[in-house]
T-cell receptor, first 113, second 115 residues
């Protein structure tokens, strides 16, 4: 059971470039999330999804886009990368809402130079 | 908006001793969850302990326990018999009970264990 898988693990982008961070889970979870962790800080929610075809903004959505065409996949798109997007990005998933454990991926470290 | 504050950027403790990490939060909700997560250098997010706000009894998990003071909006983590493997960043987090698991995290406390 792989859990939550994120690719790539590391990436360096130039300012203005675009990329997609991939996230997939094999636990048939309905809920999926994207968080970012800036150096020395806690995680902040970027976007989340409560099921295929449904996404919603979190605390810091600007500069990002998401889609949820399948239950398993929840890619995060960065358009026109900026140095302020240098961060570690975590994908997470859970089956339901309340008394459910949140499963985290191992993170993607992104540097924008 | 909910906020979570960890006022101790760094803490250190001797191996086998006890250490307490502090966390305060602000919310107008009455029904919520509080969490402590551990993040070792591997970057993995590991759930240490969870507290439901409607429960008066403090949660415990082996050497880890919390002191939950709902009226004071305080949620501290006590680590007993500290071990070298406890060295990590520790994050306090909050979420509303209902709805998606939109966690609000504190800034973190870096815990060092001295042998």
């Amino acid at each position: 059971n792989a859990g939550v898988t994120q690719t790539p693990k590391f990436r360096i982008l130039k300012i203005g470039q675009s990329m997609t961070l991939q996230c997939t889970q094999d636990m048939n979870h309905n809920y999926m999330y994207w968080y970012r962790q800036d150096p020395g800080m806690g995680l902040k929610l970027i976007y989340y999804s409560v099921g295929a075809g449904i996404t919603d903004k979190g605390e810091v959505p600007n500069g990002y886009n998401v889609s949820r065409s399948t239950t398993e996949d929840f890619p995060l798109r960065l358009e026109l990368a900026a140095p302020s997007q240098t961060s570690v990005y975590f994908c997470a998933s859970s089956y339901g809402q309340e008394n459910e454990k949140l499963f985290f991926g191992s993170g993607t470290q992104l540097s924008v130079l | 908006a909910q906020t979570v504050t960890q006022s101790q950027p760094e803490m250190s403790v001797q191996e086998a001793e006890t250490v307490t990490l502090s966390c305060t939060y602000d919310t107008s909700e009455s029904d919520y969850y509080l969490f402590w997560y551990k993040q070792p250098p591997s970057r993995q997010m590991i759930l240490v302990i969870r507290q439901e706000a409607y429960k008066q009894q403090n949660a415990t998990e082996n050497r880890f326990s919390v002191n939950f003071q709902k009226a004071a909006k305080s949620f501290s983590l006590k680590i007993s018999d500290s071990q070298l493997g406890d060295a990590a960043m520790y994050f306090c987090a909050y979420r509303r009970r209902k709805g998606a698991q939109k966690l609000v995290f504190g800034q973190g406390t870096r815990l060092t264990i001295n042998p």
